[in-house]
């Protein structure tokens, strides 16, 4: 089965990711939080400055109108009961009138025919002429009314309030008008024009109830008719109020509105967007600045933290890693650790690795040891005289075998064979020296290393033990045989492989030569 390969991340970067993406989420939110927040409260703070202002200018030119109107209807009064003034005389009733409420650019008598009999200030120079047009029209209509911008016949924009005049017999006698000049100082100039545009960038504007610009910032703007806001359609509809709307420019405002009942105007007050989203990335940068030192100390006190309780988490990691390789394994050194789980993994980590470690000794010792007559066996034969030759050190192999051993299973059974190979393994046991390994090679055949000792002197000692085998009873109720053969390492090679053969070799000469026999191997 194969395993797919996958990236793999240290303890430590995962918990120092995890800590830096925490750090920056909780930020952002807290950014997010704050700017909806500061937006909302900016919003709505703006709107209900532009509504409380709106709402005073309306009153304001409201109560304007009212006294304007007042004072027509004043002096008409007043025409009506003095019947018998002539022209001149009302000519300064008019001036007077003019000079001393300043609500007026001109005041006029238009009588019924539509002929301008008396005008204030004389200077207009419409005086004796007959008028047509809106002017005329409004005459005909025998009422008050307030007329929407137009240009009247001195060129001029003006709005005009007109109240009707009947002598004291209830004859129509024509209109008192009173002129405002939209473009020329005036009173209601002197409420509207003050501060028309904020530093902020709000301002505000009057509108007319067909949508007719009364008053504008932009002066050239005057007379014209706005179409398409939503909001003039609502002051139309006689409606006050505030929200965000789009100018006729395409400039996103937020806007407040109030109708004014007296004349049927309306006044806007509106500020920028782009104002408040200023403001509100002001606020962020601010909010930015304040946090970054607290960020900072916070993300290194965190990520000093993370790699405290990463590090016994890494070490433990570093020790199970060595558990895979033929490495000798170094437990962790014991350290009480402040945190719980990382103590508890340590000492259970140092008692698993005993526990191997003692359970690896005795599969590696079972594993290099026969276990019919508990001599080592071939793997623990290969890894001495790997260790000798890895030395240069001299010794002697000697390769022995039982003679006609298949005849003693055959005749006595493999259990009494066995019999003979434990009694083989004590018997040449007592007679090694200290330093000398004694190996079960397979079946009936054994080896014997003999270190610093070179074939003449292994051969005295073998043929001590041969001969002590060959003159005592064995288990199977006679004395047993056997034959040996003797290398030298390095005299006759220094390959191990060559050594086996030349012991082998010398081995099957004993055998030839009658068996219960010690041979030398000698070079031919």
């Known amino acids: 089965m194969k395993f797919l390969s996958k990236r793999k991340y240290k303890l430590t970067t ?56 007042i004072s027509l209807q004043e002096t008409s009064t007043f025409l009506e009961k003095n019947p018998d003034l002539t022209d001149e005389e009302i000519q300064e009733q008019l001036e007077l009138l003019r000079k001393n409420s300043q609500y007026f650019n001109s005041l006029s008598w238009i009588d019924e025919t539509g002929l301008v009999r008396d005008i204030s200030p004389i200077t207009v120079g419409l005086k004796g002429e007959q008028i047509t047009g809106i002017t005329k029209m409004i005459v005909d209509a025998k009422m008050a009314m307030l007329t929407a911008p137009y240009k009247a016949p001195s060129g001029r924009m003006i709005v005009l309030m007109s109240e009707p005049f009947y002598d004291s017999k209830g004859n129509y006698r024509g209109i008192i008008g009173g002129s405002i000049y939209l473009h020329e100082q005036n009173v209601l100039n002197e409420i509207l024009g003050n ?30 008719t706005i179409i398409g806001n939503t909001i003039v359609s609502k002051l139309a509809q006689r409606k006050s109020g505030m929200e965000s709307v789009i100018n006729t420019k395409g400039v996103p405002m937020f806007a407040a509105y109030n109708y004014i009942p007296e004349i049927g105007w309306g006044v806007v007050q509106q500020t920028p967007i782009s104002y408040i989203d200023g403001l509100l990335k002001k606020h962020i940068q601010n ?57 508890l993994l340590t000492k259970s980590l140092i008692f698993a690795i005993d526990a191997v470690e003692s359970n690896n000794n005795i599969l590696q010792e ?87 000792t070179n074939s003449a002197e292994a051969y005295e000692l073998i043929e001590k033990i041969r001969n002590t085998i060959a003159n005592t009873i064995s288990p199977v109720g006679k004395p047993i045989t056997i034959s040996l053969g003797i290398s030298e390492f390095p005299t006759h090679s220094d390959s191990l492989a060559d050594l086996f053969l030349f012991a082998d070799k010398a081995l099957y000469q004993s055998k030839e030569n009658g068996r219960n026999q010690t041979t030398i191997w000698v070079h031919e």
């Open 195 to 224: 501060d028309i545009i904020d530093e902020n960038g709000s301002y505000y504007y009057v509108v007319g109830p067909n949508g007719e610009l009364i008053f504008h910032p932009d002066a050239e703007r005057i007379g014209d």
């Open 366 to 452: 079972e594993a290099m040891t026969d276990a019919l007559t508990g001599l080592p066996n071939r793997k623990k034969l290969n890894k001495v005289m790997a260790s000798l030759v890895n030395d240069k050190r001299l010794f002697s192999l000697v390769v022995m075998d039982i003679d006609r051993f298949k005849s003693i299973n055959d005749t006595y059974g493999h259990q009494d064979g066995d019999e003979v190979l434990k009694f083989l393994t004590k018997t040449i046991q007592s007679k090694i020296r200290k330093n000398d390994c004694f190996f079960r090679f397979g079946g009936e055949e054994f080896i014997l290393l003999l270190p610093d």
């Open 14 to 69: 995962l918990l120092m990711t995890l800590i830096v993406a925490s750090l920056l989420f909780t930020t952002l939110i807290l950014l997010f939080a704050s700017y909806q927040s500061e937006k909302i409260s900016l919003t709505n703070t703006y709107l209900s400055l532009n509504s409380s202002k709106s709402e005073k200018l309306s009153r304001s030119v409201n109560s304007l109108f009212k006294s304007m109107r």
């Open 287 to 343: 909010l930015l600045l304040t946090m970054l030192f607290p960020f900072i100390i916070l993300l290194v006190v965190s990520l000093s933290f993370a790699k405290k309780l990463t590090k016994p988490f890494i070490d433990l990691a570093d020790v199970v890693n060595q558990l895979g390789t033929n490495e000798q394994i170094q437990p962790p050194v014991f350290k009480s650790h402040w945190n719980r789980e990382a103590d």
